[in-house]
């Protein structure tokens, strides 16, 4: 499956970097949003429920089903600003369009009806939920890899499962976070996420791929 064209989210980019210039010009952009945000109740991740795991289950997937997209909504760095000839703030409002198709894809298929019926009303708002979902993923992902130390959370998961002293660590991992093994596979070469191990595998250089996928490149 390919990512949405490319020409699509930067068309949604521009409108939401226009959108954002006009705030604080005469118009009123936060008085609405302010108003439908007390709509919006506190969303459940991790719960035993199945149907609540199920979100981060959706959230994980649209990860897996566009790898382009992920790399470039995990990136942060100056060069991709450069290669896209793009200010910062538009960046920022590109990042938001592939926010937006990650709430698309989790709440698309919510199990609760109501949540449903309020992300059908006001989907930008979700935004920030799935924003501070990653946010959650990625402290718990750190707070993981800390076990396995700086060299172990630098190996992947097939290379840990090979050595006996690393398995049973990363076992106790898995039961305790079965989100882990997906994310490291996202963030295990990406300095800004994989904290612990500072070192990016030279075989797959994260800065680089970024590189490629922004300036239209495959490799």
């Not at 010009?25 to 108003?35: E, I, L, P, Q, V």
Request: positive net charge; hydrophobic residues 30%; charged residues 25%.
């Amino acid at each position: 499956m390919t990512d949405p064209p490319p020409i699509d989210a930067s068309g949604q980019a521009n409108q939401l970097f226009s959108l954002s210039s006009t705030c604080g010009r005469g118009h009123d952009c936060g008085s609405t949003s302010a108003t439908r945000a007390g709509k919006i109740p506190k969303i459940r991740w991790d719960d035993k429920d199945p149907n609540v795991r199920a979100r981060t289950t959706w959230l994980i997937s649209w990860c897996k089903t566009y790898p382009d997209t992920r790399i470039k909504l995990f990136s942060d760095s100056h060069q991709d600003v450069v290669n896209e000839g793009w200010r910062r703030q538009q960046m920022s409002a590109q990042k938001e369009v592939y926010y937006q198709q990650v709430v698309d894809a989790v709440f698309t298929h919510d199990h609760d009806v109501h949540i449903r019926h309020l992300y059908s009303q006001y989907p930008s708002l979700f935004i920030k939920l799935i924003k501070n979902r990653f946010q959650s993923l990625h402290k718990k992902y750190n707070e993981a890899n800390k076990t396995l130390g700086s060299t172990g959370a630098g190996l992947t998961s097939a290379e840990l499962q090979e050595r006996p002293d690393m398995k049973k660590l990363l076992d106790k991992i898995v039961a305790n976070f079965p989100w882990w093994e997906d994310l490291h596979g996202f963030w295990r070469t990406n300095p800004s996420y994989n904290m612990v191990f500072s070192t990016a595998d030279p075989r797959q250089d994260f800065a680089a791929s970024a590189q490629r996928y922004f300036s239209g490149q495959q490799g």
